[in-house]
């Protein structure tokens, strides 16, 4: 990010990111570069070991580069030097070392260690090679969130209005590339890559870029340019709730258009388009909106073991538009990442067997991969700085599960695998994706075991995402009877309550998600949420964050009809609204700076636009509830007091 030249103006060597990521006392970082604007003269880039430099010659604007300018070679140097020895920086430059506070920050590409100096600013000079098959994903699955527990929700805020724009800004700084090659990538786009690579294409045929300098790696010789997605049209449960329903642009809209945009269609490149991800099933439903964007194809399904058959038919032609790989790929089957995945994310294990009705992985088969094969993963990202490992499943609780009947967790295997992943060299953390909060009350002492081997205290949480899903014991029993093993549908209430208990007291920070507008749900199932989140809230020293999304018709639902929040909405279900996001208002004033480990300039900015904007949306919720004529109930929370459930 300091981009080291004597003479050259800011204007045209620094990222935009230098300046706004300066915080105090930050003369070092911006200041003193500030001074050098003026004449261009010479460039320097550092020595193999980082220590020295060398000069690389008179500059000019009309050297040939073929790239479009110094400001686009400068954005490409996203390397922050470590060291620097003043006694041998020619021409009586004054270079400093990187400032304490920018360490362990998210302003560095990972962990304490910097990209090599010598190979930043090498790297800005060179041109960016052309890929036979170009990977990419859209800006908002490329950044890290400034590795900010559950920040990642904001990405399917609205892009419509300033405040939106300014805190999707603040939240998501620009991902650290390598000459626009992606320094990380989502989990799944490096999976793609692997088994393109294990299914016989060169390693310099596959590029994966950055989303925003995807076009230059496409030229005449780029047959496909796949993106990688999970919202291309804002359909998803999170992004349907904050734009009403669609009827506003989810950030994880506009920038899988923006993707889009950047390709060099004009240039008669003869390059398919190819969308897989998560969100592919949305462009299935939409194809009027995939043909509008140009899409040629969409795949769909476990890729491991056909990501080369599917490259080489779309590429001679002979492929559907809609792709989809039927089958359950064995683990011995799944090619290992070779790649640093975004956020250190591993996976634990594939699909599910609480068989919910509204979810799609219930649709696939489980399995669990090896701790070997775990661990191999989580080196490949360590050893790009990464030091957390996060265990990526769809239930954590049911690794290596073998009571199928009641799901009970496998304790002792389950733990191995959290001491596997803190074994690996470089790994400081650990946290898992998703769980289920029945086994957490079934097996108390696991939540505790896996807080002693992660080393959770009162300032390093785990965060982990659950499903809360509803407050209806009948709900419950219609669409999701495996979720609360193995209790009953009656017990889920004392479940959920006794759960978050445990997880609190070991310094688990659970993201719970609920929905709004299951098939057959009324306005007492609504109100019984209401209440539950209420009695939630009364536990002693509570931190949960609960999520109220829209219904989705996906899983064993697919053909029900969407949830609209805003022609569907009556005032039970405006009010679990309101309470979800008064509860959101609450956690961002009393938990959000204590729990942050982000720098002093970072924790103001996201505590205080936290603050300001959770106050602003729910004063909007407010505004639209009189605007309907609804109004907010108060219920006096129940007694925690309860019962013991059944051991």
């Known amino acids: 990010m300091l981009n080291v030249a004597r003479g050259l103006s800011l204007h045209d060597w620094s990222c935009a990111e230098d300046a706004e990521s300066a915080g105090p006392n930050d003369e070092d970082v911006t200041g003193h570069w500030r001074d050098l604007v003026g004449e261009k003269r010479e460039v320097l880039s550092f020595g193999e070991d980082g220590q020295g430099f060398a000069e690389r010659g008179p500059v000019s604007n009309h050297e040939d580069r073929q790239s479009a300018s110094l400001e686009d070679d400068a954005e490409r140097c996203h390397g922050i030097p470590g060291k620097f020895r003043k006694d041998t920086a020619p021409l009586g430059i004054e270079l400093l070392a990187v400032p304490s506070w920018l360490q362990n920050s998210p302003f560095q590409l990972s962990g304490n260690s910097f990209m090599t100096p010598s190979r930043a600013f090498r790297r800005c000079w060179e041109e960016a090679p052309v890929g036979r098959i170009v990977?990419?994903?859209?800006?908002?699955?490329?950044?890290?969130?400034?590795?900010?527990?559950?920040?990642?929700?904001?990405?399917?805020?609205?892009?419509?209005y300033l405040i939106s724009r300014s805190v999707f800004r603040l939240l998501a700084p620009n991902p650290p590339h390598r000459n626009g090659e992606a320094v990380y990538a989502p989990y799944g786009l490096r999976k793609f890559e692997a088994a393109l690579l294990a299914d016989g294409f060169k390693r310099e045929e596959i590029v994966v870029a950055h989303p925003d300098h995807v076009h230059r790696f496409v030229g005449p010789e780029t047959e496909v340019v796949g993106i990688n997605t999970m919202d291309p049209l804002g359909l998803g449960p999170v992004s349907m709730t904050f734009t009403n329903g669609g009827r506003l642009t989810a950030f994880?809209?506009?920038?899988?258009?923006?993707?889009?945009?950047?390709?060099?269609?004009?240039?008669?490149?003869?390059?398919?388009?190819?969308?897989?991800?998560?969100?592919?099933?949305?462009?299935?439903?939409?194809?009027?909106?995939?043909e509008a964007r140009a899409i040629d194809h969409i795949v769909m399904g476990e890729c491991d073991t056909r990501a080369g058959g599917v490259m080489r038919e779309i590429i001679a032609d002979g492929a559907p538009d809609v792709i989809e790989v039927h089958g359950f790929p064995d683990p011995s089957e799944m090619p290992p990442i070779v790649g640093p995945a975004m956020h250190g994310m591993v996976e634990a294990m594939r699909g599910c067997g609480r068989n919910c009705e509204f979810c799609e992985v219930n649709l696939r088969r489980a399995r669990y991969l090896p701790l070997p094969y775990i661990q191999q993963e989580i080196g490949v990202n360590a050893r790009a700085g990464l030091s957390n490992a996060w265990l990526h499943s769809d239930d954590i609780?049911?690794?290596?599960?073998?009571?199928?009947?009641?799901?009970?967790?496998?304790?002792?295997?389950?733990?191995e695998l959290f001491r596997a992943a803190m074994a690996v060299p470089g790994i400081a953390h650990c946290n898992p994706t998703h769980g289920s909060l029945s086994p957490v009350a079934a097996d108390p002492q696991l939540v505790a075991k896996i807080a002693g081997i992660v080393r959770t205290d009162p300032r390093r949480w785990v965060g982990i995402q659950s499903g809360l899903e509803t407050g209806s014991g009948q709900l419950m029993r219609t669409y999701m009877p495996r979720k609360m093993l193995p209790y009953s549908p009656d017990e889920w209430g004392r479940v959920v309550l006794e759960s978050l208990e445990i997880l609190?007291?070991?310094?688990?920070?659970?993201?719970?998600?609920?929905?709004?507008?299951?098939?057959g749900e009324t306005a007492e199932d609504a109100w019984e949420t209401v209440e539950l989140i209420n009695r939630m809230e009364a536990i002693p020293n509570n931190h949960f964050i609960v999520a109220p999304l829209s219904f989705v018709p996906v899983g064993i639902l697919k053909g029900e009809e969407f949830y609209h929040i805003d022609s569907m909405i009556d005032e039970a279900r405006f009010n679990v609204l309101y309470r979800c996001w008064k509860h959101i208002l609450h956690e961002i004033d009393h938990?959000?700076?204590?729990?942050?480990?982000?720098?002093?300039?970072?924790?103001?900015?996201?505590?205080?636009?936290?603050?300001?904007?959770?106050?602003?949306?729910?004063?909007?919720?407010?505004?639209?509830?009189?605007?309907?004529?609804?109004?907010?109930?108060?219920?006096?929370?129940?007694?925690?007091?309860?019962?013991?459930?059944?051991?």
């Open 252 to 290: 994880t809209k506009a920038m899988f258009d923006k993707v889009l945009g950047l390709l060099p269609r004009e240039n008669g490149h003869k390059f398919k388009v190819v969308v897989g991800g998560p969100g592919a099933w949305q462009l299935k439903i939409r194809p009027q909106e995939r």
């Open 591 to 647: 938990t959000l700076w204590s729990i942050s480990r982000s720098p002093l300039p970072v924790r103001v900015a996201t505590s205080l636009v936290g603050a300001v904007g959770g106050r602003f949306l729910l004063r909007l919720l407010e505004r639209y509830g009189q605007r309907r004529g609804f109004s907010v109930k108060s219920f006096h929370a129940r007694s925690s007091s309860r019962g013991a459930l059944p051991a």
């Open 135 to 160: 990977l990419t994903a859209d800006y908002t699955l490329m950044t890290d969130y400034r590795n900010l527990s559950l920040s990642p929700f904001f990405s399917c805020i609205p892009a419509d």
């Open 397 to 415: 609780f049911l690794y290596e599960c073998e009571d199928r009947h009641t799901l009970r967790p496998n304790h002792e295997a389950i733990v």
């Open 504 to 519: 609190n007291r070991n310094y688990w920070y659970p993201a719970l998600t609920l929905i709004l507008g299951l098939p």
